[in-house]
């Protein structure tokens, strides 16, 4: 993937933005009987403000600046959040994601640039082929994701 677009990256989120996505992940946290700790937030929080994948160790290093915090710390609040629906992983790049996605347990998609490197989730009818599989097989899958790779509207310009 090269880095080389002259197009602007996505945008931090806003404080407001910021603040209305952790009440909300606290809310469905709690609600799933789990415990929002100092390291899911944070670990979200640095999600939402990368505006894209970031690998798990460019998040371990920015987790808490100029102090020690070992991976298995982050990997347990990323699995967590991934556990919740609040972040997904996107395999093909190895890095991670906030969701942008309102509805639990939607099938995850991302269009992945090659180019610069975005990655935009989208909805998609993916749960149509889950209930598809399990009627023509003796498979059940648990979830589906979608990475579709190629050029965004920008690097195509």
Not at 127 to 153: N, W, Y
């Amino acid at each position: 993937m090269s880095l080389s677009c002259a197009h602007q990256a996505a945008s931090k989120p806003t404080k407001a933005v910021m603040r209305t996505a952790m009440a909300a992940a606290r809310a469905r946290c709690l609600s799933a009987g789990q415990r929002w700790t100092a390291q899911r937030q944070r670990a979200l929080e640095l999600l939402l403000e990368a505006g894209g994948p970031i690998k798990a160790y460019e998040l371990l290093a920015r987790f808490k600046e100029g102090a020690q915090t070992a991976p298995p710390t982050v990997y347990r609040a990323l699995d967590t959040l991934v556990s919740l629906g609040l972040a997904h992983r996107i395999a093909s790049l190895n890095a991670y994601t906030a969701c942008h996605l309102t509805d639990e347990g939607h099938s995850a998609s991302f269009l992945i640039c090659d180019c610069c490197g975005a990655a935009e989730e989208i909805a998609t009818p993916a749960g149509g082929l889950l209930d598809a599989i399990r009627a023509q097989s003796d498979f059940q899958p648990s979830h589906i994701t979608v990475e579709a790779h190629g050029r965004c509207r920008s690097c195509r310009t």
